[in-house]
């Protein structure tokens, strides 16, 4: 139980272009997902708290505008990078926290690597 | 600011060692901490501690959290080869199930 799913597991894109990453909870209900962003070697940044059916939260420092994220359902978030640069190459990583747990159990999706030529 | 801090960064055992991995915090309203397994893609999840003193234990693993020190750690007995993995403490604060990870030890098993 508790798998997380992501759309696509890598995707290359042109500079300028958006890029839309799917993040489904299959075997569960996820009133709260988030999204992680990690450089090579280093730890997972989170990028911001996507809540069913209201407006994400965004950590410091990350443009809202830049990375759009929807959560329409409990068992989807999308997160579109958009007008990509080649510096936001990087794996995107998804979390989904079950809606019963009541607790700070994260579920990981397998990760996205992003690059932008 | 939270910080978690891990130590060591990295580490090299040969199969058949014990290891222990360190994880301390520095976080406001803290409620749970959390070890993950990171291999090639996401990371996997391990423990979750939230009180003080009561060991969790999965087959060669296992982890205890002092909550008056803040600091936890990762118990991995008669390492395997498989073992070899970045090893990944996580600090839930607040009441938005928010984690802040620390960097991660990463550990190689040797033959």
């Known amino acids: 139980g508790a798998v997380v799913s992501q759309h696509p597991s890598w995707v290359i894109c042109k500079s300028g272009t958006s890029v839309k990453i799917e993040c489904r909870s299959l075997?569960?209900?996820?009133?709260?997902m988030f999204w992680y962003r990690q450089f090579p070697k280093q730890s997972l940044m989170l990028m911001a708290t996507?809540?069913?059916?209201?407006?994400?939260?965004?950590e410091q420092g990350v443009e809202k505008d830049k990375f759009l994220i929807n959560h329409a359902s409990l068992t989807l978030s999308t997160l579109t990078v958009t007008s990509a640069h080649p510096e936001d190459s990087s794996f995107y990583i998804c979390?989904?926290?079950?809606?019963?747990?009541?607790?700070?159990?994260?579920?990981f999706g397998p990760g996205t690597r992003l690059t932008v030529t | 600011e939270d910080k978690v801090v891990q130590s060591p960064l990295s580490l090299v055992v040969h199969e058949g060692d014990t290891v222990t991995l360190n994880c301390s915090y520095e976080v406001t309203n803290f409620r749970s901490l959390l070890w993950y397994k990171q291999e090639k893609k996401a990371p996997t999840f391990l423990f979750m501690l939230t009180s003080s003193g009561i060991e969790k234990k999965s087959g060669r693993l296992s982890s205890i959290l002092d909550k008056k020190e803040l600091f936890s750690i990762l118990n991995i007995t008669a390492t395997q080869t498989g073992d070899s993995a970045v090893y990944l403490c996580a600090v839930g604060t607040g009441t938005a199930s928010k984690l802040t990870f620390g960097t991660g030890t990463r550990l190689q098993v040797t033959l």
């Open positions: 979390s989904a926290s079950p809606r019963s747990s009541g607790s700070y159990e994260q579920y």
């Open positions: 075997d569960f209900q996820a009133t709260t």
């Open positions: 996507s809540n069913e059916g209201s407006k994400a939260t965004y």
